[in-house]
């Protein structure tokens, strides 16, 4: 089932990727050491489509390393505290399930390192 998702994903960043161009690395950093994407609220603020977020730097590697991992790991959506931050989370949260990725496989944290980004990474 899983190898069906990521192909999924896959067709979708590649067929998104010929309608809008990718974005430019100055809205996400990866930190190779951790395996953390960052997604910045500058990024996120851009109309979205199914395409465009399975597009996106760090979720498209944070579920492409998702898929890949054991059995049991968890992509941790850590966000910044607050409404708003709460709100971002969720919403990603809802665009990532649209996209078939089981919810038991998401798990929501407040506290993110910056009040403009969400840290996505696999534990």
Known sequence: MRTFWSILLLFIAASSQAVEPAPTATFIESSPASSQQLLSAEL?????SGASVAAMPAVRESVRTLLAAPAGSKLVI???GGEEGSLWAEELHVWLISLGIDTELM???PGSAEPDQIELYIE
């Open 44 to 48: 996120w603020a851009r109309p979205r």
């Open 107 to 109: 798990d929501l944290r």
């Open 78 to 80: 850590r966000y910044p």
